[in-house]
């Protein structure tokens, strides 16, 4: 079985490198910007659909299940998993079925379980340097989530029962977090042919602070972090047709929002933000090899 599962990975390995092989010219900061800035708006949304439920534990204790001491993975573990094979499988996007990891915007949290797709191959071209291009932090996303913004996010109240369709969101927030931080190796890649020689003398002496240094920009991250904190505020309020709509959080701290937008502001400071840039990091440290 061992022997299997390892061949089927090594397929799937394979197919995406000669993936990479196909170039394309649409990588750009402007492409690059517009793709994070749509990430801003699903990422709230699902955070939005999260927050609609308590936290149920149950969901997340590998003893639930009552499995025994040899199975210590949680419901929601295996729900993202199972989810994940499926996925792998096929996924429609037009103009014909393809499976979800063929795409290399897509990382999966447990690669050693997605099977090889039954989709026929979609003609995906890639930007990314095939030597670092499956450099991601799902690991740090995964503990991240649940150790430190589920607690944050979840409705206050009493387990509600409703398993499948918690995690069914939690499914939704990984993907999408987990997308928008990966991407960090696109912007890797449009920062370096932006600047070549600079890049390449710093990759060459394995500087990581010089090279977090160049590729942070202050200013910029406080308009990212003001942008999805006021997107909180306006996604998040019950409309009515009395009255305007309040869109700034500091003025409308009566108000009650769905998902509370400190904590979509908290989530791109000290996670979303410093993930993506470790994942640059890390991208550039493999640019040359």
């Known amino acids: 079985m061992a022997a299997r599962a390892l061949q089927t990975l090594l397929l799937c390995n394979v197919a995406l490198l000669l993936q990479l092989l196909s170039p394309c010219t649409g990588l750009s900061l402007d492409t690059v910007r517009e793709f994070l800035t749509g990430e801003e ?3 709230v949304f699902s955070l939005i659909e999260r927050a609609r439920y308590p936290l149920n534990r149950p969901a997340y204790d590998p003893a639930y299940l009552g499995f025994g001491p ?8 295996l729900f993202v998993r ?3 094979a499926v996925q792998s499988k096929v996924r429609f996007i037009h103009p014909r079925p393809a499976g979800r990891y063929q795409s290399l915007l897509e990382i999966p949290f447990f690669a050693y379980r997605v099977p090889f797709a039954m989709a026929p ?3 995906f071209t890639s930007e990314l340097y095939p030597a670092p291009a499956f450099v991601n932090v ?3 996303i995964w503990s991240t989530y649940f150790n430190d913004l589920l607690p944050l996010l979840a409705k206050n109240g009493s387990d509600d029962g409703n398993y499948a369709v918690t995690v069914d969101t939690d499914l939704a927030c990984l993907q999408v977090l987990s997308r928008r931080i990966n991407y960090g190796r696109f912007v890797a890649e449009t920062k370096f042919r932006g600047d070549q020689q600079t890049y390449t003398s710093l990759i060459q002496s394995k500087d990581r602070d010089a090279l977090m240094k160049l590729l942070t920009s202050e200013a910029q991250e406080d308009v990212v ?3 999805v904190q006021k997107k909180a505020v306006v996604f998040g309020q019950s409309i009515t047709l009395d009255g305007p709509i309040e869109t700034d959080a500091r003025n409308s701290s009566q108000a009650k929002f769905k998902v509370d937008p400190s904590v979509v502001y908290k989530l791109y400071d000290q996670w979303v933000i410093p993930l993506t840039k470790q994942v640059e990091v890390e991208y550039l440290l493999h640019r040359l090899d």
């Open 41 to 43: 708006d699903t990422i």
């Open 70 to 77: 040899r199975h210590d993975a949680s419901f929601a573990e």
């Open 82 to 84: 199972e989810s994940e």
């Open 121 to 123: 191959p979609f003609n």
């Open 138 to 140: 799902n690991d740090a």
């Open 225 to 227: 972090k003001r942008r």
